[in-house]
């Protein structure tokens, strides 16, 4: 579980790293690589009104080039867009999220997954708590 407090009148993001993986541990993306995993998450409406994802970094073959999975604006299999700030998951109880990763650039690595949490403004202080489950990478 991951819980927090914001206070008001700034946006509140951040990514809150999970894990840290070693050069041996990286995992190579391909064509047919997806992400799933289960969220629940709960805010103090309406001072947290905000959403969070599990987010990838990537990085390039070559280790040139880091970005974030959340950067590419790809669906889910849903439809929905898969960054906090345009997600509509339901809230107060469990989500499955399911994300084809084939729309990414090629020779991409994963090296960190962490959770990142995007409220475009904050009004008024407020606690929120994001719980994650059953996190699959299928490379």
Do not use: C
Request: glycine share 6%; charged share 25%.
């Amino acid at each position: 579980m991951i819980h927090g407090t914001v206070n008001g009148f700034s946006p509140a993001r951040f990514r809150y790293g999970l894990w840290e993986m070693s050069p041996f541990e990286q995992l190579e993306l391909t064509p047919e690589s997806a992400l799933k995993f289960d969220i629940y998450y709960h805010f103090d409406f309406p001072a947290t009104f905000g959403n969070a994802i599990l987010d990838l970094r990537l990085i390039s073959f070559d280790e040139t080039d880091t970005t974030w999975l959340s950067d590419y604006f790809l669906a889910d299999v849903v439809g929905e867009i898969y960054v906090p700030q345009l997600r509509v998951d339901a809230l107060d109880r469990w989500v499955h999220v399911h994300v084809p990763l084939a729309g990414l650039p090629e020779e991409r690595k994963v090296d960190r997954i962490s959770v990142y949490f995007n409220k475009p403004s904050v009004v008024s202080p407020g606690e929120y708590r994001i719980f994650i489950d059953n996190i699959l990478i299928k490379i």
